[in-house]
């Protein structure tokens, strides 16, 4: 089975017209579960990440198993104000108005080789914050991850246009 069949859509969740892709059924189907964090090891294994950045919430989901089994750091990234340390932040604009993510001061080191992963790639704005949050910190981004795409949005077209290698699990064109 593709990634793509654990993952249910809600129509008009939030708002009317949106076609919600929903990967808690992903995560409640352990063969579902095991394959994605099987593909993404498969993927990045002998890659010598020395962490892996997720985006707060569903992107610790995916990332803290993959850092566990390739025996690599994780980093949270969170929204402003959630971390208890010392941080630094990046502020980035949302489709109506503005936000800012924070990760701690020491959490990435220079010159350290950082996988991105989240569980959704969409217009791609909290991902380009969370990469120059962690360029803040001299590290390189060796690629973003996402279980999911939504290609119609932009995020991947605009990632690699900006200079960086983007890896999906699967897509979801618009409905």
Known sequence: MSISSYIRTIA???KKGVQFRDITTLLLNPQGLCKAIDELVARYSGADIDKIAVIESRGFLVGAPLAYTLGCGLVPIRKKGKLPGKTIGQ???LEYGADRIEVHDDAILPGEKILLVDDL???GGTAIAA???IEQSKAKIHEA???V???DLGGNRKLRESGYSVFTL???EGE
């Open 121 to 123: 790639l969409a217009t």
């Open 12 to 14: 008009d969740h939030p």
């Open 91 to 93: 502020d980035y604009e």
């Open 145 to 147: 991850a996402f279980l």
């Open 149 to 151: 795409d939504l290609p």
């Open 170 to 172: 699967c897509e979801f």
């Open 131 to 133: 990469i120059r949050l």
